[in-house]
């Protein structure tokens, strides 16, 4: 049971054009919502992350909009570079205890020059 | 400050071996997990450590064990290795209570193949 769901595995974009990465979660009770970029042999680095009482958060070229009542959310790139070309996971999140991360599969966003 | 370092990077074992994937960190973070990835199955979660002498499962335990050495080093054991545990194997570590961003920091993986 997916609870978190991106259903594009890639994307292709034109440089300096907008990426938009979407993703879908099932479990109301998720917190905190987050998105990694991933470069091939290196670990997940944090990008910019929405808590569940905000619907939009924005840092420099990267904004993050929420939309509770469709469970769902959307990475926005603006304007779109190469260097940005990586994997994007969304994570949503549950402290208990700990913070459990449940990711999404991933998209590969690849920024054509 | 190294954030959080993994060994070793590679690893090929045959199924029955054992082995240990070490992990540390130098953020004196509380919460320690373990993850691995997967084609098409995104990032999901071994076990994870709330902090230092506690540990618990996470979405896909079995065939694993954890050890919470102390705040710094958090290891995952293979007891016997199977096929199905070929995947890249993350530790992260975040602040308990989550800091502005509620982020984890990832290490930079071991790539682990069982034949």
């Known amino acids: 049971d997916q609870q978190v769901k991106q259903n594009s595995p890639s994307l292709s974009v034109q440089e300096g054009r907008i990426s938009i990465l979407n993703c879908d979660y099932t479990n109301s009770m998720f917190d905190y919502f987050l998105w990694y970029k991933k470069y091939p042999a290196e670990g997940p680095t944090f990008l910019i992350s929405?808590?569940?009482?905000?619907d939009k958060n924005e840092d420099g070229r990267f904004t993050v909009f929420l939309n509770k009542s469709a469970k769902h959310l959307s990475l926005h790139i603006v304007p779109s570079q190469p260097g940005d070309s990586a994997v994007y996971f969304c994570?949503?999140?549950?402290?208990?205890?700990?913070?459990?991360?449940?990711f999404g599969q991933g998209t590969r966003l690849t920024i054509n020059p | 400050n190294a954030g959080v370092t993994q060994t070793p990077k590679f690893q090929v074992l045959k199924t029955g071996q054992s082995m240990t994937l070490q992990c540390a960190q130098d953020m004196n973070h509380n919460s320690m997990y373990w993850y691995r990835q997967d084609p098409g199955m995104g990032l999901r979660l071994i076990y994870y450590?709330?902090?230092?002498?506690?540990?618990d499962k996470g979405e896909v335990p079995n065939g694993y064990n954890v050890s919470r050495l102390n705040k710094r080093e958090f290891s995952l054991r293979l007891e016997s290795a199977a096929p199905s545990q070929t995947s890249v194997y993350f530790c992260a570590s975040s602040e308990l209570p989550p800091g502005s961003n509620n982020e984890q920091f990832f290490g930079p993986g071991t790539r682990l193949t069982v034949l």
């Open positions: 929405i808590s569940s009482i905000k």
């Open positions: 450590s709330a902090s230092e002498g506690t540990t």
């Open positions: 994570a949503a999140s549950l402290i208990q205890g700990a913070q459990k991360l449940v």
